[in-house]
C-alpha cells in the first residue's frame, strides 16, 4: 500500500496563475482533508470531504477550490495563485468509523511558491 | 473559534534531559492527539486521550489529557536525538474527525 500520496512535490507559480494539487489514497477511507502548514501556525484546514461527491469548507477556504469525484481522490484547486498562498500543503484521509480514535493518515507535502 | 495553544514553540535540550510540552485551550475537545513530523514528511499519531485525566505511555513518553478536557500535556524523560522533530497537538471536536492544531512545538535534542 502506497498510503496518501501527493502530487507534485514542489511548484513555482507565477502570481495570477492556477494550478491543482492532487492526493490520492489506497486505503479505502471515507474522509478526505486539505490543510497548509505555514512556520509557528501549525496546519490549518482548508477544506474537506466526509465521502465522493460531497465538500465541505475549513478554517481557511478562501481563494481555494476542491473536488472530490472519485473516493480515492481529493483535489485542491488554486484559481488565482497569490503570494500569500506560499506554503507547504497536507492532505491526509481517515476512516469513518472507530470515533476519536481514528487516526488521519497524512501525505508527505506539496511545498509551493507563489512569486 | 476553538484554538490550541502550545508552549514552548521551540526547545533546544541536551541528550538524557526531561521536557515538558504544553497544549492549552479555553475550548472543550472530546479527544486530544499529539503527532510528530520529521522534515519532509508529513504529521504521524503518537497517541489519542479521550478521557478527563487519562494518562498513556508510550516507551519514554507520557501524555496527559485535563480533568476538564480542554489541556493536555506531553512528557518526555531521558530525551534522545532520535526524538528531534516537530510536536503538534490536536483537538477533536466533530463526527467529521474535523482537527484542530496546535502551532507546534520544535524540539531539538543534541548528542
Known amino acids: 500500500n502506497a498510503g496518501v500520496t501527493q502530487t507534485p512535490k514542489f511548484r513555482v507559480l507565477k502570481t495570477g496563475q492556477s494550478m491543482t494539487l492532487l492526493c490520492a489514497q489506497d486505503m479505502n477511507h471515507e474522509y478526505m482533508y486539505w490543510y497548509r502548514q505555514d512556520p509557528g501556525m501549525g496546519l490549518r484546514l482548508i477544506h474537506y470531504?466526509?465521502?465522493?461527491?460531497?465538500?465541505a469548507k475549513g478554517e481557511v477556504p478562501d481563494g481555494y477550490n476542491v473536488s472530490r469525484l472519485k473516493k480515492q481522490n481529493f483535489l485542491l484547486g488554486l484559481e488565482s495563485a497569490a503570494p500569500s498562498q506560499t506554503s507547504v500543503y497536507f492532505c491526509?484521509?481517515?476512516?469513518?468509523?472507530?470515533?476519536?480514535?481514528?487516526?488521519?493518515?497524512f501525505g508527505p507535502g506539496t511545498r509551493l511558491t507563489v512569486l | 473559534t476553538q484554538l490550541l495553544e502550545q508552549s514552548p514553540q521551540f526547545l533546544s535540550i541536551q541528550e538524557g534531559e526531561n521536557l515538558t510540552v504544553y497544549c492549552n485551550s479555553s475550548?472543550?475537545?472530546?479527544?486530544l492527539q499529539w503527532y510528530r513530523q520529521e522534515p519532509g514528511e508529513g504529521p504521524v499519531l503518537l497517541v489519542t486521550v479521550v478521557t478527563g485525566g487519562e494518562v498513556k505511555k508510550l516507551k519514554r513518553l507520557t501524555f496527559q489529557f485535563g480533568d476538564a478536557r480542554k489541556d493536555s500535556s506531553l512528557h518526555i524523560t531521558a530525551a534522545q536525538p532520535g526524538d528531534t522533530g516537530l510536536y503538534l497537538c490536536?483537538?477533536?471536536?466533530?463526527?467529521?474527525?474535523?482537527?484542530?492544531f496546535g502551532q507546534g512545538t520544535t524540539l531539538q535534542v543534541k548528542p
Open positions: 491526509a484521509s481517515r476512516p469513518s468509523g472507530g470515533g476519536p480514535y481514528n487516526e488521519q493518515f
Open positions: 470531504s466526509v465521502g465522493e461527491g460531497t465538500t
Open positions: 475550548s472543550v475537545f472530546s479527544s
Open positions: 490536536a483537538g477533536g471536536s466533530s463526527n467529521t474527525g474535523k482537527l484542530i
